[in-house]
């Protein structure tokens, strides 16, 4: 323990201002306890990385016509005047768990994924009542098939506003209920007591004064390495310092390994990450704090995506894109130049996203032949022209529908599963895109009461985690909307435990 007298003494102490940090302030608040948070960021920068997301979360529900729970939970007014004309089928714990295990090929941590599906069901009412408003997502998760709203890929509710929305709420929130924010406060060291348990933090201003903080618990939700190139190279490998970053660029690793240099065990896959498809000419150093997730592109399952050399290298129909966006950004990065695009036509360009593709500045061109498109944007156009030929010729004559896996493939290599849409009808667009990294998915390891544990199995006390610090849930892949929805879980969970430990 620091000799110096403590700036502040409080019960428990929270690093980091994004969803999981707050969902353990709130928790710990509701159980009497005092609160601060620190966020390494200012106000006009503070969120981490959930401020820049859709405010998707996977949850388990009984689906549009399922009883009153789903339609009292949301209120925005899209969502009550469609919902007579929606088709959103129940999500179970078992297709939830099924995808957990299907998308990371087993290697999710078995307690963990029961954890995180278990409390899913019980956490969007919970949030609700911290002051979280709730929508169905239907510009991004639904298409219109048959005159009605048809929800896909097991992922429906979203946060109004967004992850704008869902920042703005929590922190309103927090505020209401006495929780403390103290902001520019980048944690440097872990306090300890005499017995060696965690008791408090020292972090340092915006003028690099160090403060310290005496508390009972200290949570831990500070995500990721994600923004830091050097780390990226040194744990995702060879070509990741040259990702582009989509999120907060404050969350660069300093917290997690001060843990892990503190006794924590790590955990889960420190060799890959979540990573999409995002605009080639976005910032490289961070995330848009006015566009946020609207540089994402992921209509691709209506298109083909295609490199420099005017090759296809991904199917871009194997699964819904809740299934394979997160980890079709590294197939990206391995291509020339690490660069792709997504081509569309004159058919599939109403499918896109509008959010997505209608924004400025957008990375991208649109002409008359595809030999004119390919020579605007650099790619080879006698290799794209051999492309799209065979592409066209190989489409199996199905009926298209994007709403369901409807087994329109191309029999080429790679083969595309479904959704294929021959590519024919001018004007043509194609749209530039690199690897967008959003977290990292080696963390810390927690037990069940989201306390972190040594390399014995042992945990350390009074320090607990959340979020992206986490790791053990997520590899090679992730079922879309999983992140927030853990960051909530696991940061009410920690919470609930640090504040029920200094009660004691």
């Not at 927090?174 to 017995?195: C, I, K, Q, T």
């Not at 660029?249 to 924590?264: S, W």
């Not at 390919?374 to 298209?400: K, P, T, W």
């Not at 667009?429 to 014995?456: P, S």
Request: glycine share 14%; hydrophobic share 40%; proline share 4%.
């Amino acid at each position: 323990m620091s000799e110096r007298d403590s700036d502040v003494d409080t019960d428990v102490v929270v690093v980091g201002g994004g969803n999981a940090g707050f969902c353990a302030a709130h928790a710990s608040r509701e159980r009497g306890a005092r609160v601060l948070v620190l966020e390494k960021g200012g106000p006009e920068e503070a969120g981490g990385n959930s401020f820049y997301t859709a405010g998707a979360f996977r949850v388990v529900h009984d689906g549009a016509d399922g009883g009153q729970r789903l339609r009292e939970l949301v209120d925005d007014k899209i969502t009550q005047d469609r919902l007579a004309d929606t088709v959103l089928e129940p999500y179970t714990a078992e297709q939830f768990t099924e995808d957990m295990h299907r998308l990371t090929e087993g290697r999710c941590d078995p307690a963990m994924t029961g954890i995180l599906v278990e409390d899913s069901a019980e956490i969007v009412g919970w949030l609700a009542g911290h002051g979280i408003r709730w929508r169905l997502m239907y510009e991004r998760q639904s298409y219109l098939s048959g005159g009605r709203w048809v929800f896909f890929g097991g992922l429906a509710l979203g946060t109004v506003d967004g992850g704008k929305g869902l920042i703005a709420q929590h922190t309103a929130a927090a505020r209401d209920s006495g929780v403390w924010v103290r902001y520019r406060a980048a944690v440097e060291d872990l306090l300890r007591a005499p017995d060696g348990s965690v008791r408090g933090v020292r972090y340092r201003d915006e003028a690099g004064q160090p403060h310290d903080v005496v508390a009972r618990s200290v949570v831990l939700a500070a995500g990721g390495f994600e923004a830091d190139p050097e780390r990226r190279a040194r744990h995702l490998g060879r070509g990741w310092d040259r990702a582009i970053v989509r999120g907060n660029p404050l969350n660069t690793g300093e917290v997690l390994e001060l843990a892990l240099a503190g006794g924590a065990a790590g955990h889960g896959d420190w060799t890959s990450c979540h990573s999409v498809a995002w605009d080639a000419g976005a910032p490289p150093g961070g995330g848009d704090r006015e566009l946020t997730n609207q540089l994402t592109r992921q209509s691709y399952p209506v298109g083909i995506v295609v490199n420099k050399l005017g090759r296809r290298f991904v199917d871009e129909g194997a699964d819904f894109r809740n299934y394979t966006y997160a980890r079709y950004g590294r197939e990206i990065l391995a291509q020339p130049d690490g660069v792709a695009f997504q081509l569309f036509d004159a058919k599939t360009r109403p499918l896109l996203r509008t959010e997505e593709y209608d924004s400025r500045p957008i990375t991208g061109a649109e002409a008359k032949d595809l030999v004119s498109l390919a020579e605007e944007l650099g790619i080879d156009a006698d290799g794209l022209i051999r492309e799209v030929a065979a592409f066209n010729e190989s489409i199996v004559d199905v009926a298209f529908d994007p709403a369901i896996k409807d087994g329109r493939a191309a029999r080429v290599d790679p083969p595309k599963s479904n959704w294929a849409q021959a590519l024919d009808t001018p004007p043509y667009y194609a749209y530039a895109v690199a690897c967008g990294i959003t977290f990292t998915f080696g963390g810390l390891r927690v037990n069940e009461r989201a306390q972190v544990l040594d390399h014995a199995g042992q945990p350390l006390p009074g320090l607990y985690a959340a979020g992206e610090l986490v790791g053990g849930l997520f590899s090679g892949n992730y079922p879309g909307g999983s992140g927030l929805t853990a960051g909530a879980v696991y940061g009410r969970r920690a919470g609930h435990s640090a504040a029920q430990d200094w009660s004691r």
